[in-house]
């Protein structure tokens, strides 16, 4: 047949020959008057109004030419069966009715099973007619089996015109994915009744009918059934009895329904396909309180009756309920459904892994199993969490505060998306995938059947794939978000009892758990739990674990009370109990510091916002020297009154002794503990009570840092001769890299008066600079003060506050006792002007580096004031055995024997030469100077003293010395150094407390 050219180009407007590469000819030929007689090829236009009408139906349709084609079919079909009629109904109707127009080709351009099934039976195209009242057919999964015939056949065709009615429904905007999987599913529960009742019929004359239920599992038992899939059911026979004809029933309903719609799986039934098809429920309680595994009770989150004997389902499901619901309390639960989801990926081919919408990494089994699993653990003492869909638990989960609202949100667009993606899929061809396909032209009708067009610059293609890797990134990344968050192992391990809150099962947890005042915790938590709120809703979910984790304090309530006070500070923020409840192990993290560490809940309640740091492994780790001085030094820059940068620059330091002292009460808490990483990824550890001497010199480097821009402040604020140098010296701990969380700094002040300048000038406004420093650190705050002691000065307190670098020298030139050279051991430049730092340092070191080292008198002497200070410088009352600074074998005595050391040989011996004790006491070993296991002993003690005086100030969060022999007191310490039993921890201390003892003595009396 001859056709001008230009007819395909029109035709091609349509849509037409996209599919087909031919530019429209194969079209042009089924519409032409040999065809569908829609097309006039010499007008090139359509044959009438009407003809153009269902041309531009065709057009909307995913595949124009597939529905022609499909169309093309069916009006022959029809030709056959009415003698070759010139006139086709089928297309008179398509003409009167736009609502039959609308649906048909929709399912013609979007199925080619469908369209097959309709070219086979023309007739059932009636199906998707409007009716009268102006609606479009009921798709709510119905069937309407035809009167008489073969009964299995006549199922058959009632399944596949409601499922060409649900699919019409769904094309057309009709109904909602949601309403599609629901109406799939009831028509899945209608086909296994039919089927069941076919089966039922064909038993024997005389066989009495079973009482036997079959309930759906799996997506159909969820509501949220597909296009094409099996069916997944459960067999249950009421009694003994009942199993020879529910055997014959059941095996026969899975042959009747294979015939009919899909296979039908028993698979997930007590010892899957080698168990036998159908038990009593007598025999299904036995199996699942003895046998079953987690992924068993997983799987009956999804059980619902749905055929057969409905109430006898229900029993089954009622009586499986606790076991489901206590299934999460296993040891290995939450595992072994991560374990699952992993066997799943692992058992995709390659090549199809990123294809996968459903099981592949971002596909529906990561929205399902994340869900799943937060209902298994939440669902204990919540009943609202137990739904058997996908969407509403994943609802019910956002409402209950389980899961976060944008976080929800992102899981239900993702899981709409790849359901429609799965459901275009699926009904293309009728067949059982999941798989996106890589040819182009199955790609280009994917992207129409699921509504995307072309836009400037990007393909309907192009537009797709970017959503689908939208999607699947959220989708894997919240799945390891939620599947993976540590929160869950915790509320797993919570009995579900306590989970319920009510007010008392919750007082008689707490008596359980061994809060001394149930009645007050309880109002505590009425406090956090009570109303209808999220905030509410979302304590509820964390406090039962958050209880577990203050019961494994000594005092419990101190760690509620402590939590209520940051909760009622940040409740209403919208960060806070979010990241408590996703951000890993915060939660349980801020729960062992607030009950261990009253000195870390002091510093949350003034600044409950440094809370975040618990959050980030990095955050754990002290900043370097260098990080910390450029950070004060800028936040002091940024004010120009001097009180307003000091307050900027005190409250940093108060953030980096939380950030401390958080890392320092977990360092031994297990899986809490901080792994911070360097840059290269290496893992190293995070400073804590283990390593005492990095907690100091990370102390002692905040405090330089604090000094440093306090100094800034004072000298911007303070008028002085230009040229002034002056410098701040460390001494004591804070020299000697050994501050504690409550350490005073004790500083000398020198400076050096620019030539040709007035001494009493250059003096006076050195001391200004001195005294504004001071003054400025102590200004009442809210923050951790820093007292800045300069008692360690020539002269002490009766001498000048600053001295000129000339006047500390001629002073230790002449007038310099032997406990003034120990004192500068520890001596080193802290902050100002380092070159006269530097300076300082030089004209000291032949002071307490004497080249002769030390007169016998001099050695007598400090063994005299050694012990002059034990005796009376030791408070009234204290236990010399465990007193941590003055006691037997304790700080002082270690310090004072590595300080005689050093007086004695630095001279001579340049490796001695340090500030810190266990660097010099290693170096005094290595010179042969002090035995090896006097070395040892001494370091043990040192440590140990150390360790437990930090710990008492972080239990208390006070200053002190003492370590009680029994008490909350101790077992704080005991806990927070990661012992178990307080008496066998005393008992160490005491036994390192002798040996160091006598290991300093033997170091004293060389």
Sequence with gaps: MSRPTRATGRLARYGFGTAEGDGGARAADLLGPDGLRLWRPEEQEPADEPAGELLAAMSRAADPDLALRQLHRIVEAERRTTDGAADSPLLAELHADPGLRRRLIAVLGASSALGDHLVAHPDHCTALRTAPDGLAPIAEGRLEPAAGGNPVAVLRTAYRLALLRIAAADLTGGRGLEQTMAALSALADATLAAAYEVAVAELAEGTERPRLAVVAMGKCGGGELNYVSDVDVIFVAAEDADLAAATLVATRLIHICGLVAWPVDAALRPEGNRGPLVRTLASHLAYYQRWARTWEFQALLKARPAAGDLPLAQEWIDQLAPLVWRAAERPEAVEDVRAMRRRIIDHIPPKELEREIKRGPGGLRDIEFAVQLLQLVHGRGDETLRAPGTIPALRALVAGGYVGRADGEALLRGYRFLRSVEHRLQLQGLRRTHTVPTEPGALRWLAAALGFTAAPGRSAVESFRAEWVTHATEVRRLHAKLLYRPLLESVARVPADGLRLTPEAARHRLEILGFADPAGALRHLQALTGGVSRTAAIQRTLLPVLLSEFADAPEPDRGLLNYRKVSDKLGSTPWYLRLLRDGGPVARRLARVLALSRYVADLLARDPEALRLLAEENELAPRSREVLREGFLAAAARHADPVEATRAVRALRRRELVRVACADVLCRAGALAPTPTRPDGANRPAPGLADITQVGTALADVTDATLAAALRAAQASQPAPEGLRFAVIGMGRLGGYESNYLSDADVLFVYDPPAGSSESAASAAAHAIAEELRRLLGVPAPDPPLGVDADLRPEGRQGPLVRSLAAYAAYYARWSRVWEAQA?????????????????????????????????????????????????????????????????????????????????????????????????????????????????????????????????????????DQLPRHGVELAGVVRLLGRDDPGEFLDEYLRVGRRSRAATERVLNA
């Design 824 to 960: 500068l051991l520890r001596a080193r430049f802290v902050c100002g002007d380092a070159e006269l730092g530097a300076e300082f340092e030089a004209m000291i070191d032949p002071v307490r580096y004497p080249a002769e080292g030390l007169t016998r008198e001099q050695v007598v002497e400090i063994r005299r004031i050694k012990a002059r200070v034990e005796t009376e410088r030791l408070p009234r009352g204290a236990d010399p055995a465990t007193h941590t600074k003055l006691g037997r074998g304790g700080l002082a005595d270690v310090e004072w024997a590595v300080q005689l050391v050093q007086l004695r040989h630095a001279g001579a011996i340049p490796a001695l030469r340090g500030t810190r004790t266990l660097d010099a006491l290693a170096a005094a070993e290595r010179a042969g100077l002090i035995d090896p296991t006097d070395a040892a002993e001494m370091a043990a003690g040192w440590s140990l003293a150390a360790q437990v005086r930090n710990a008492l100030m972080l239990v208390r969060g006070r200053a002190g």
